[in-house]
Every structure is written in C-alpha cells, then in structure tokens.
C-alpha cells in the first residue's frame, strides 16, 4: 500500500492535483475517492470521474480500466492515507478551535506566515469535521514548513478523534462560549470537551482565550498551555523566535 500512497503523492505534485469526493468538483488530473454514506455510494460514479479525466480513481468496486484502483474500504484506505502523509510530512501543524473565529483565525495565521516568506498550507474552507480533515491532509503541500487546520466539534469526544487523526504541534483556542453549548450537557463540559485539543501527543506549545471561569480551565491545563484573555493578549504575539514578548512563537 505505501507504493499506492506515493503513486498518488508523485501525481499531486506532477499535475499539481487535488483528492476530491465530489465528481462535481473533478478537474483534469484531479483524484477521485468514492465515499460511502448512509444516503449514497461515491464509488458508483466511477465512470463520470473517468470521463472528467481524473488521473485516478479509488473506489470499492472492481474494474479494470487502467486509472481505477479497487479498494475494499474507502473510509479505511482514506485513514491509512492521511497516517503515511503525516508521517512523511517534516514541517510543523498548527490546531486552531473554538466557538467563534476558527476560520478568520485559520486564514490569518496562514497570510501572516506567507506576507513573512514562510511556506504554509492551511485547511480547506471551513471543512473540521474528521471527513473535513481527513480531506484537507490528504491535500496537504507536503513542502510547506506550517500547516494550518481547524478542528470543530459538535458532539462529546469529537475532539479526541480529530487530535488522535491530526497530532498537533500547536494548538489554540479562540474562545469557549456559553451560548454555543448544543449536544453538551452543560458550559463545562464543553470546556472540558475543546481543551482536548491540547491531548496531542506532539504538543509543543498552546494558548486559550478565556472568557469564563479562568480557574476552572487553568486546573485542565498543562504547563505547555497558556490561558489570555484582551488584558495580556499583547504578550503573546506570535513570532519566529522566542523572545521577552512573545511566549508563543513557532
């Protein structure tokens, strides 16, 4: 299977293609992965990705045209493709959640790194669910020296599955707030729920702005794991070296 993975690898930068789910979505050269949900089968629409031209085509049915490659499982082909491509990948992940601003928070770490000539690759739209990140690492520039991704969550222990997939190296959470608490039984198992963010076994460094309880969310942290709120925010200004002011720096 590795060879597999690097097949693909070699065609993403050769034709400088993109992993899609949608045939809707397939350029020339694009690669195909057929999903299957509840409601549908993305591997039956093999043949509209093959007339788009898609330079290859992973479904779970067989066939022998030469650009379609037979897998048993998609979603299990899917989770072992994303693993190689972390574990081949020699930059660092930068996690970003909270209950506002992931995405504005996402794109502005992304334009602060590139306006400053530092290769990075973010996340796809608002895509954080694990479907959403499985999607945006198997399309990951594997050069780029940060990689940006947004983790959402709208059910208890979403997270830990998202934080096992993803294994950040910098985690930050923009805001945990009370009026967000949907399938969570109450304001603190929310909290308890979003910092599992900070569970990644590569953890280098993390911050939380706070709004709430600052107490109860310091007990959860761990010395790695900053708390700010608008009074000490200009403390943690994110930079390329550590320095007096910046407690936070990649």
Do not use: W
């Not at 990948?89 to 790194?113: C, D, P, W």
């Not at 947004?150 to 222990?157: K, V």
């Amino acid at each position: 299977m590795l060879k597999i993975y690097k097949i693909i690898e070699d065609l993403k930068s050769k034709y400088k293609s993109d992993i899609v789910f949608d045939t809707r979505l397939i350029k020339k050269n694009d690669i195909f992965i057929g999903l299957k949900t509840k409601n549908n089968d993305g591997s039956l629409y093999y043949n509209e990705a093959i007339k788009k031209k898609a330079a290859l085509v992973i479904v779970n049915i067989y066939n022998t045209h030469p650009k379609l490659l037979y897998v048993k499982d998609t979603h299990l082909f899917i989770k072992k493709f994303c693993k190689f491509i972390l574990d081949s990948y020699k930059g660092k992940i930068i996690a970003v959640t909270g209950s506002v601003g992931k995405t504005t928070f996402k794109e502005n770490i992304f334009h602060i790194l590139k306006n400053n000539n530092i290769s990075a690759y973010r996340s796809y739209k608002n895509f954080n669910n694990i479907q959403g990140l499985q999607f945006s690492i198997m399309n990951m520039n594997l050069k780029s020296k940060y990689s940006i991704f947004e983790l959402g969550i709208n059910n208890p222990n979403e997270m830990l599955k998202l934080v096992n997939t993803l294994q950040p190296h910098y985690c930050l959470v923009t805001g945990i707030e009370n009026s967000h608490i949907g399938n969570f039984r109450n304001f603190r198992h929310l909290v308890d729920n979003k910092l599992k963010i900070f569970k990644s076994k590569r953890l280098i460094s993390g911050l939380v702005n706070y709004n709430y309880e600052p107490h109860y969310i310091n007990n959860k942290l761990n010395l790695k794991v900053d708390l700010i709120n608008s009074e000490n925010l200009k403390k943690f200004i994110i930079s390329n070296k550590k320095n007096i002011q910046s407690k936070f720096y990649l």
